[in-house]
């Protein structure tokens, strides 16, 4: 312990490819009235105040 640096590892290359959509469910519909979306993406997502960041268009 005494001898040992505690250092996070390097993390590789930085990451510049947006994630993208594989599916979205529900699929389309009209007159939504459910309590819940799920997108699935092709890699992981953080979630970060998503009521702010994510943007749907149109309303």
Do not use: H, W
Request: charged residues 25%.
């Amino acid at each position: 312990m005494g001898c040992a640096n505690i250092v996070p590892p390097g993390g590789g290359p930085r990451d510049t490819l947006a994630p993208r959509v594989v599916s979205i469910s529900p699929d389309s519909t009209l007159q939504f009235k459910a309590q819940r979306v799920t997108f699935r993406f092709d890699e992981y997502v953080e979630l970060d105040n998503v009521l702010e960041k994510l943007i749907v268009s149109p309303r």
